[in-house]
């Protein structure tokens, strides 16, 4: 199994920055994808970045490219996500996921690739994100 735990959620100014961790625990060895999901009340899940975490491939969900930037640190089982100048519609949970597959080794971190919640098998708790204008 996998543990996730999220952090570094709070509450912004429009404009502002937030650094969001997710540090994993478990039989890491299992997984080949990371990545963020993000969901409002009585909205669908969102997916928001992926790293594929045998080498160092990301994809972004179009609203967020060039503002946010996923990346791991392999040695201590982390992924973050930089999260720059954001907006008040990006207030939202956030949940961190992992999920280990032959399709994501394929999938994950390609520019093209719509993941889907149900590709994943692991997730964090969420951490909350408010954006005020």
């Known amino acids: 199994q996998v543990q996730l735990v999220e952090s570094g959620g709070g509450s912004v100014q429009a404009g502002g920055s937030l650094r969001l961790s997710c540090a994993a625990s478990?039989?890491?060895?299992?997984?080949?994808?990371m990545g963020w999901f993000r969901q409002a009340p009585g909205k669908e899940r969102e997916g928001v970045a992926f790293?594929?975490?045998?080498?160092?491939?990301?994809s972004y969900v179009d609203s967020v490219k060039s503002r946010f930037t996923i990346s791991q640190d392999n040695a201590k089982n982390t992924v973050y996500l930089q999260m720059n100048s954001l907006k008040p519609e990006e207030t939202d949970m956030y949940y961190c996921?992992?999920?280990?597959?032959?399709?994501?080794?394929?999938?994950?971190?390609?520019?093209?690739?719509?993941?889907?919640?149900?590709?994943?098998?692991?997730w964090g708790q969420g951490t909350q994100v408010t954006v005020s204008s």
């Open positions: 790293i594929y975490t045998g080498g160092s491939s990301t």
């Open positions: 996921a992992a999920g280990g597959s032959a399709y994501l080794g394929r999938a994950c971190g390609t520019m093209n690739w719509v993941p889907s919640r149900f590709d994943f098998d692991y």
């Open positions: 478990g039989y890491t060895h299992s997984s080949n994808c």
